[in-house]
């Protein structure tokens, strides 16, 4: 038997991630030049080698839940409750089918990192409109849903790196972003909240 909820979550991450992988092949096909899963940026890479084994844990851990009984107690959930789980599993459903609509608004600008010799295009339409990182938000909202259906002492290690380094990545971005775009990006950031919604009505460039 396989716990419903925890596996909910695994294959929406395993889809998330096999779609992240996918663009990132594709802007590498169609623009010539890289995704930035592993920056060119010195600061980027080292970040990598502790984001991405968070990462590996988040994508496997709901696995682990769903189908082993006894797990060890580093990956054993510290409670349970069936009713979080399930609306747990709702959002994570959720957050997946509106980051798919961030991917399509980002296009060729959407990329992993920091590469400090690229220019992308400044997308600040559809969710971009309400927020600066629709994508970083989302992803908060799926560690946290996984976390809450799951809280073993390894998820919440994975969690706690996860959503620091987000909150680090995006201030990263914007510094990078000002120094490319100059006024106009630094307008945006003063009318658009950095993962919730300053106002109900969208951001027009002036």
């Known amino acids: 038997m396989f716990r419903v909820p925890p ?10 991630w096999a779609r992240v992988l996918r663009l990132a092949w594709k802007v590498r096909r169609l ?3 890289s995704s ?17 084994p968070a990462v590996l844990v988040w994508a496997v851990h709901p ?4 189908f082993v009984a006894n797990p060890p107690a580093l990956v054993r959930p510290l409670w349970s409750n069936v009713v ?3 609306a747990a599993a709702a959002t994570a459903v959720a957050a997946l ?10 296009g060729k600008s959407w990329r992993m990192g920091i590469n400090p010799e690229e220019k992308t295009q400044l997308v600040v339409s559809g969710p971009y409109a309400y927020v600066r990182h629709p994508i970083y938000a989302l992803s908060s909202i799926l560690m946290l849903a996984t976390m809450l259906a799951m809280l073993s002492p ?33 307008d945006y ?5 950095r993962f919730i919604p300053r106002s109900l009505k969208p951001y027009t460039p002036a």
């Open 7 to 16: 596996l909910i979550i695994a294959l929406v991450l395993t889809y998330y």
């Open 31 to 33: 623009t010539g030049g």
């Open 36 to 52: 930035s899963m592993l920056p060119a940026e010195k600061l980027g890479k080292i970040l990598r080698v502790i984001w991405y």
């Open 63 to 66: 696995y682990v839940t769903a």
């Open 84 to 86: 979080i789980s399930w």
């Open 97 to 106: 089918a509106a980051t798919t609509v961030c991917w399509k608004r980002m």
């Open 154 to 186: 390894l998820m919440l290690a994975a969690g706690i790196v996860h959503l620091v380094l987000l909150q680090w990545e995006a201030r990263r971005e914007e510094k990078h972003l000002a120094a490319q775009h100059g006024q106009c990006y630094i």
């Open 189 to 193: 950031c003063r009318a658009v909240g």
